[in-house]
Structure formats: structure tokens, C-alpha cells
């Protein structure tokens, strides 16, 4: 094992049998009395908090709208399509697989279907009725899966007498199928009528978006579609890797009352370029023609792509399918025997049957199941098929790093993108299913009152309070409330020089040292390469726990995929650790804010705590200044749980994941957490799933403060608007039952605040109070605006 070398003037020592206790023995001093009284919370429950300004004139990026000025009918529209066999059944084309790349391809076949029936059966539907402005005289909106809307009242058209398509234009690939249906037919049902003023806002809501859908719709071979999200393949920014960002919305239609309003938000997001499969290798992973590909190292790599979607190019009627894995022979050496008996190898099968010449027929085959067999296909006949979203997890740290950048948008240019994409969308007034449908739409973002609150005052030891300027965390002259000590620092690098590391690590203690927290000896090791793995960093960090003493691990080594491997030593090891970039650290510019930020999380960790925090300006109540914040969490336990669920394009079969923590003490600024995992895309918490949360904090919040807490707060992240009924309905009385379980039957005052983080909602300020030429903190809104 590489023990490393000197770490500077003071290396570790031996770990003597009394070595440093790991907190300071000497406690920190209480703080002064704040500003305003803490007091118990019931005797200022009616104290009114202060705005520093109630007069701000913001945009927010919603549109308003007058709602529909004609009802419309709501019908199913199916479209069937049958293959003249007894042992296939007639397929529903109106469902949409679950898959995205295969929706895409069906929302294809269905807009291809829907223009054909307004073809085929033009007087059925009127659809060459004009008004006198030359836009259509009904409403057609179609959101590409059952449902359709028509201001046209029509008869039920069913199976016994459907609406017979004519396909002969259309080719197997949209059916995904290697042959074209028997015929194709559609059926009409009416399930609804919506008036202008309908009390169903839901239904209202789900109208409005697909008739602002319709004008992409029309052209799904460029704009394709992910849940409420719209990309536009046209647009192509490279990050390398094989994956490229697109630009793209989110929009939603927001119903109360007599009000309604549309909100449109500016995307980015990756994909898979859309090369031809040997060129796709050669940018995701730099594979060319002089690579083995049958070797064991390339296979690895290969082995990512499983479940990629790919399409044939090589026959007339090509096919979309799913990437089940790679041989491990080469082409011109899997063999197979052909209809006649003959056997025959796959490259000299492609050659006979296609008349093809490979370049390359060393190459192994991608594997295609189709059931229980097996079809394989060399490099050289696949294309990687457009519209895939790039994982985000198979992201290389260039490609975050790019997607980042140009993710970083300022207000003014996100505004402009905003209104771009709605351009893109035809969202106005002269679109001609827009006027159809009667629906009007202000050109402008909308323009909303808001105040800015005060920012609470961090304050640090003895007193010390510091206000945060733009982002901009000062630590000069202050301490923390409660620093920790650490006996041993090691200090693991890779890619980074020496001195580089050294130098940093004489700098984190330093500055830890004027924070008050104490490095009573530090090390630095170099890793190669062959060391960044789970097994060689478990070892290396429990024997230096067991020898000198180690208690904190800092790690100058890039990746996310050592991240990981990184923070699970920890369940095993016990010892808190700590990732940090070599681009951080190699930076030149690394200064006191950067390493200000690395130490405040490895107190932090250690188990001290940085600060607390005051009310800026205390509330009046009954005469006296009394500090609400700190007064509220005297007897209160604050809790957060979040959502989060596998990325686009990851398997299915990945759970959710939600994510916990909670206060544990009377100032709200130490917290504890874990996390649980769910069903995939489950989103409402389960009583099994809620018990390990629960229990927990109440445990940990009786050893701090030897009692109950009186009141529980949460925050419930990651919802829909539609899921807080839900909550309300489900877990919220499984919340209260839960604590009051975990509490020996003392029942708290449960407030459940369900909170959409991922609302879309932007909020910027009036153009003409922007400044180009400011720093992008001061172009943004005052933090606190609300």
C-alpha cells in the first residue's frame, strides 16, 4: 500500500492513548442577548413580520389568458389498425407505449393517421370549411393519443362503422412493425361537452395545453415531446460524449375561478446525437478502426449503451429497437444457420441478402431480442435514432461542465428564450387553431406585486452577525459557534501536483484555525489511477484510522463515480470525508471564499456547527422586540422531505428516492437525515415508508433537548399540484399517527407545507431595470422576494 509522504510542518503522529477529544474542551461562549426576545412561541403567535419593501413590480414568466369564447366537444378518437391474423389481435395504436423513443415513433404514425382521416373524410369533418379570415371554421385539437376536441357536433362513429384509412402512403416502421396493417380504421366516441365557463378546471386545463401543442404536433419528425416538456431537434449544441443539448419548454395552463394563465419556461436538455452507430462510438467513447473490439476493456464500454434505442438503415422498411447487448464475436465469425440449412456467417448474410460491402466485419454485432431469440446486427447497418434524452448519471464531468455553462442563462436572455420558444410553439392570437378556438392570449409576461423580506442575520460566535452579499459569504473575523477539532486530516489526491496539494492543505488549516476549529496534524497521499476504487480506499482509510488516528478524509480527485465510492467508504469506515475537484484546487484564483466554503462543510460533518440565525428586524409584540424566528423553534422540530426519481432514459425498474432530514435542537441550525427508498415514480409516502423518518428525528430530538418537540413543521418537496390533495388526504393523518407513535402517544401540532421546488415559475425583473453590463447577481431579483 502507498503510505505517502510528508504533509508538511506538522505530519501525523503516532495516535497517543489520550489524542485530542474531537470537539474543543473548550465550550463555546453563549452569544449575547439578540436583538429580540426569545420568548415561548404561543405568547407571539400574532406578531406580524416586517417586509423590507412591498412595492416591487415584477414579471413572472405566465401569459395571461381569456378563457375559450366557444364550448368545444370532447370525443375519443382511436385509431386501430389490423393485420389480418388470428393469433394477432387488433392493436389499439391509441396507446401510447411507455417508452419514450417508441412514443415519439407512435405520436408519428398517429399525427401521419389523423391527416390522412382529415384527408380521406374532408366532409365529415368540415375540414375545408373556412371563415372569412381563412382560418378553420371549427376547432381540431388532437393531443396524439385519444382524445380530440371539435366544436363540431358528430355522430358516434364505432367498430360496427368506422372510418376506413387508406395507408398505402405510410411504411411499417411507423406501426413498428416489419410489415404494414391489413387496414387501418378509426372510431369516434363523444365523452364530453366543455363550455367557456365548465367549473372543471382540470378538464379546461388539459384542453388548453394540447390546443397549444398542436402547431409542434404537426411536425413530430422535428419537436418531440416528454410529458409536459417540448424539445426541439432542430437545435443542436455539442458538449462531446455523443451527446448534445437541445432547446426546448415546459409549459402548463393554471385555472381559478374566472382566471387562467399560461406558463411557458425555457429548457435544456441531452441527448444522443443522432450519427450513424460507428461514429456515435467514436464520439462517446473515442473507438476507431484500429480498436479490438471483441476485448474484454472496449465490451466494458460498450456495455453502457445497453438499452440504447438504434435504427436500421439498411433495407427499405427499416426498424427502431432496443440494444440488448453486444457479441462477443466479431461479424464475419457468428454464424447461424439460414433458411436452406446453410451455415452461413451474419457479415457474409448482410453482404448476400443487402449487397453490401463492410468495412469493417471484425466488428462484434449489437444483440436485438425479439422474444426468446436472438437477431444480430453489425455496427455498420445501425444509427443511433434521434430524440433520446442523454442520462444524466452517464454524463462525463466535460459534458456537465458544458451543460452547466450553457444552462447559465441571464435574465435578460432567458427572457428572450421564453418568448422564443413561444414563438416557436405559435402561441397567439393569429394561430389558426388559436382563433378557432376563440382564445385570446396577452402578448406580454405578466407583471405581479411583490415584497422583499428581510434576510435573517447569520449570526456566529460570540454574538458576531454577518449578512450574506450576493452570494458572497465573508468568514473574516468571525468563528464558528461550535468548532470541532480533528486529530488527524488525510488528504488523498489525484491528478494534482504535490506542491499544489500541500500548499491547499496548508491553507485549510490555517484558515480552520482562525474559524476556531483545530487540524492538530495533516497528511497528503497521492492515488493512482488503480486505487480509485472501493476496496484500496476502505483499506487505506481504516488503517490510518487504526495507526495515527485519521478522522477526516479530504479527497482532491475528480468524478462523480468516485463520489459515490467515496461517501459509501464512510458506512464502513466511520469517518466523514469529503470531495473536492482538482480544478478547485489547481485553480490559481483559489481564494479565502472557496476554502471558506470547504471548511464550513467539514465542521459541518465533523459534527460542529457554523452559525445560527436572528430575525433581522424583530417583531413588535404587546411593546416588546421579540425575535420570532428563534422564539418559533424553541419548541418546534422542522422536517424536509423530497422526491426524486430516476433521470430520463434510466432503467425502469430504479426506485424513487426521498430524501429526509430534520432539526434537532432549539436554534434550527443542526440537522440530521437519511433517505428511503420507493416504488419508481411513486409519489405519495406510504405509512412503512414513513416510519423510519419519523421515528428517527423524534429519537434524535429527544436525546438533544430531553422532551418532545411541541410542534412539527414540514416542508413536503417534490409534488404536482395535482398530489396535494393527496397529501392532505393521505399522508398527512399518517404523519400525525406516525409521531404520535414515535412520541408515547403525546400528539403534536402537525403543519404539513407541500412545496413545489420545481414549480417552472421564474421570476425576473421589469426589462428597463435590467442591467446588461451588472454582474449576474445584481440583474437577478433582490434575494428574498417573494
Excluded at 478502426?289 to 474484454?296: A, G, K, Q, T
Excluded at 487540524?519 to 493512482?528: G, P, R, T, Y
Aim: net charge positive.
Amino acid at each position: 500500500m502507498n503510505r505517502g509522504g510528508y504533509g508538511g510542518p506538522r505530519p501525523f503522529q503516532p495516535r497517543a492513548q489520550n489524542y485530542a477529544p474531537r470537539f474543543s474542551s473548550n465550550a463555546p461562549r453563549q452569544p449575547v442577548e439578540p436583538a429580540g426576545k426569545v420568548v415561548t412561541f404561543d405568547q407571539c403567535r400574532d406578531g406580524k413580520i416586517t417586509p423590507a419593501s412591498d412595492s416591487q413590480q415584477l414579471l413572472i414568466n405566465t401569459y395571461d389568458l381569456e378563457r375559450p369564447g366557444r364550448g368545444v366537444i370532447q370525443y375519443e378518437l382511436k385509431f386501430i389498425a389490423d393485420y389480418g391474423r388470428v393469433d394477432q389481435p387488433l392493436e389499439d395504436l391509441s396507446e401510447i407505449p411507455t417508452r419514450h423513443v417508441l412514443a415519439s415513433v407512435r405520436r408519428i404514425c398517429l399525427t401521419r393517421l389523423y391527416e390522412l382521416l382529415f384527408q380521406q373524410h374532408c366532409a365529415y369533418f368540415e375540414a375545408n370549411k373556412l371563415n372569412k379570415n381563412g382560418m378553420y371554421e371549427h376547432v381540431y385539437v388532437y393531443d396524439r393519443a385519444i382524445k380530440f376536441y371539435c366544436s363540431l357536433e358528430m355522430p358516434d362513429r364505432g367498430e360496427q362503422n368506422p372510418f376506413h384509412i387508406d395507408i398505402s402512403s405510410m411504411t411499417p416502421d411507423l406501426f413498428d412493425h416489419l410489415r404494414n396493417p391489413k387496414k387501418v380504421f378509426a372510431t369516434l366516441k363523444q365523452t364530453q361537452k366543455l363550455e367557456p365557463d365548465t367549473s372543471n378546471a382540470a378538464e379546461m386545463a388539459t384542453y388548453l395545453e394540447a390546443l397549444f401543442c398542436q402547431h409542434q404536433f404537426d411536425g413530430p419528425e422535428r419537436f418531440v415531446k416528454f410529458g409536459s416538456k417540448m424539445f426541439d431537434l432542430k437545435s443542436k449544441f455539442n458538449i462531446t460524449g455523443g451527446c448534445e443539448l437541445k432547446d426546448g419548454h415546459h409549459k402548463s395552463v393554471r385555472i381559478a375561478e374566472n382566471v387562467a394563465e399560461l406558463q411557458i419556461d425555457a429548457k435544456i436538455s441531452p441527448f444522443h446525437q443522432g450519427l450513424s452507430f460507428l461514429h456515435y462510438l467514436h464520439a462517446r467513447f473515442g473507438l476507431g478502426p484500429h480498436d479490438d473490439f471483441c476485448s474484454h476493456s472496449v465490451i466494458g464500454k460498450l456495455a453502457h449503451l445497453k438499452g440504447l434505442f438504434v435504427r436500421t438503415i439498411h433495407k427499405t422498411n427499416n426498424e427502431v429497437f432496443r440494444i440488448r447487448g453486444f457479441t462477443r464475436v466479431p461479424a464475419d465469425q457468428l454464424t447461424f444457420e439460414d433458411r436452406n440449412g446453410t451455415r452461413i456467417s451474419v457479415a457474409t448474410y448482410f453482404e448476400t441478402i443487402y449487397k453490401m460491402k463492410f468495412e469493417f466485419p471484425h466488428f462484434p454485432c449489437v444483440i436485438k431480442k425479439s422474444g426468446p431469440k436472438e437477431m444480430h446486427f453489425p455496427f455498420e447497418v445501425l444509427e443511433v435514432q434521434q430524440g433520446q434524452k442523454f442520462p444524466k448519471d452517464d454524463m462525463n464531468n466535460m459534458q456537465e461542465q458544458n451543460m452547466i455553462k450553457a444552462a447559465q442563462r441571464l435574465p435578460g436572455t432567458m427572457i428572450e428564450e421564453i418568448e422564443n420558444q413561444k414563438k416557436l410553439a405559435s402561441i397567439n392570437d393569429e394561430d389558426q387553431y388559436v382563433s378557432a378556438a376563440q382564445v385570446r392570449i396577452k402578448p406580454g409576461m405578466k407583471t405581479v406585486k411583490a415584497e422583499v423580506l428581510n434576510a435573517p442575520v447569520i449570526t456566529y460566535k460570540n454574538a458576531v452577525p454577518k449578512q450574506v452579499d450576493y452570494a458572497v459569504w465573508d468568514l473574516r473575523d468571525v468563528e464558528f459557534v461550535k468548532p470541532v477539532e480533528i486529530n488527524a486530516l488525510a488528504i488523498f489526491y489525484n491528478n494534482v501536483q504535490r506542491n499544489t496539494a500541500l500548499e491547499v492543505a496548508q491553507k485549510i488549516q490555517q484558515q480552520a484555525t482562525r474559524l476556531g476549529m483545530r487540524i492538530h496534524s495533516k497528511e497528503c497521499f497521492e492515488l493512482n489511477n488503480g486505487q480509485l476504487n472501493a476496496a484500496y480506499l476502505e483499506e487505506a482509510i481504516l488503517h490510518y484510522r487504526d495507526t495515527v488516528g485519521v478522522d477526516f478524509v479530504l479527497a482532491f480527485v475528480s468524478g462523480s463515480d468516485f463520489h459515490n465510492i467515496l461517501k459509501a467508504t464512510e458506512t464502513v469506515t466511520h469517518v466523514p470525508t469529503q470531495q473536492v475537484e482538482p480544478k478547485t484546487v489547481s485553480n490559481p484564483k483559489l481564494g479565502a471564499v472557496t476554502l471558506g466554503n470547504i471548511i464550513q462543510k467539514m465542521n459541518l460533518k465533523h459534527g460542529g456547527y457554523n452559525q445560527y440565525f436572528q430575525q433581522a428586524a424583530p417583531s413588535q409584540v404587546n411593546g416588546d422586540r421579540i425575535d420570532l424566528f428563534q422564539s418559533f423553534l424553541q419548541d418546534t422540530m422542522v422536517m424536509g422531505f423530497y422526491m426524486t426519481h430516476p433521470s430520463p432514459g434510466s432503467p425502469e425498474d430504479l426506485p424513487s428516492i426521498c430524501g429526509y432530514s430534520f432539526t434537532t435542537n432549539k436554534r434550527g441550525n443542526v440537522a440530521r437525515g437519511g433517505f428511503v427508498y420507493t416504488k419508481p415514480r411513486q409519489t405519495i409516502l406510504s405509512e412503512d415508508e414513513l416510519r423510519k423518518p419519523l421515528e428517527d428525528a423524534v429519537k434524535l430530538y429527544f436525546q438533544e433537548n430531553s422532551s418532545y418537540p411541541q410542534r412539527v413543521l414540514v416542508y413536503r418537496f417534490g409534488t404536482s399540484d395535482g398530489e396535494i390533495e393527496k397529501i392532505r388526504a393521505e399522508e398527512c393523518g399518517t404523519m400525525m399517527n406516525g409521531l404520535t407513535a414515535a412520541m408515547n402517544g403525546q400528539a403534536p401540532k402537525l403543519t404539513v407545507i407541500a412545496v413545489r421546488r420545481q414549480h417552472n415559475t421564474r421570476v425576473f425583473k421589469q426589462r428597463n431595470e435590467i442591467d446588461p453590463r451588472a454582474k449576474p447577481p445584481f440583474q437577478n431579483v433582490t434575494p428574498g422576494t417573494c
